[in-house]
């Protein structure tokens, strides 16, 4: 059974810090890795999706690795700010499979 | 347009009550899911629909029950519900099942 799990659980940064969110999973037989922002009470956004293929993806100060074969991927956050404070969240799914399986998330907290 | 609109946001209703929660996506997306999420933990599937028919139901009870009318519309058809299953519900889509997924809004269910 699939489990993904995400470290720190939280993190408070002040503002311009470089910042990684870590998620780690068990079984390497993914087929894509999704990186989610949650607003406090609102749904999710979709951030990055790596296909198990690739080794990283990236979209503006955000940056995505993906390596499968240790069970791990970072989400880099380049100069964080206040607007980015959420709670993120990481997604797997399994090869012929349609499932979501979530990581807790971390709450990151960027302070002005 | 990547947007999965959900109404309505905000639900109260009574454990007797009939109720229902609507979703709707114009992306052309083949797959769509219902998700339960409980406060400060991450979102658990519920039901995936694919080429509008049900191809997951993870052993949700019975006074949950799925719709998808069209490929574009997926409803949650609700009855004798209980205070705990109290949460925000999450629909999502995606153009296949397992590829990048898309989220709504949600709705905030409250029983009384």
């Known amino acids: 059974k699939q489990e993904v799990t995400q470290i720190p659980a939280a993190l408070s940064v002040p503002e311009g810090e470089n910042l990684v969110l870590n998620c780690s999973f068990t079984?390497?037989?993914?087929?894509?890795l999704q990186w989610f922002r949650q607003d406090p009470g609102k749904g999710l956004t979709s951030l990055l999706l790596i296909q198990s293929s690739q080794r990283e993806q990236t979209s503006g100060r955000l940056n995505a690795s993906l390596d499968k074969s240790s069970g791990r991927s970072t989400l880099y956050i380049a100069a964080s700010q206040p607007g980015d404070s959420a709670t993120y969240l990481c997604?797997?799914?399994?090869?012929?499979?349609?499932?979501?399986?979530f990581g807790k998330g971390t709450k990151l907290t960027v302070n002005p | 347009d990547t947007e999965v609109t959900q109404t309505p946001k905000h639900l109260v209703m009574g454990m007797t009550n009939k109720k229902s929660l609507k979703c709707e996506q114009h992306?052309?997306?083949?797959?769509m899911y219902w998700y339960k999420q409980k406060a400060k933990k991450p979102p658990e599937l519920m039901f995936v629909y694919s080429y509008e028919k049900l191809s997951i139901n993870e052993s949700v009870p019975s006074r949950f029950s799925p719709e998808c009318p069209n490929s574009s519309l997926l409803n949650l058809h609700l009855h004798a519900l209980q205070p705990e299953d109290s949460a925000l519900y999450l629909c999502a889509s995606s153009p296949d099942g397992g590829t990048e997924a898309f989220f709504g809004q949600g709705t905030r269910l409250t029983v009384v």
């Open positions: 997604a797997v799914t399994q090869g012929g499979s349609e499932k979501l399986v």
């Open positions: 079984d390497s037989a993914i087929y894509n």
């Open positions: 992306m052309g997306h083949r797959a």
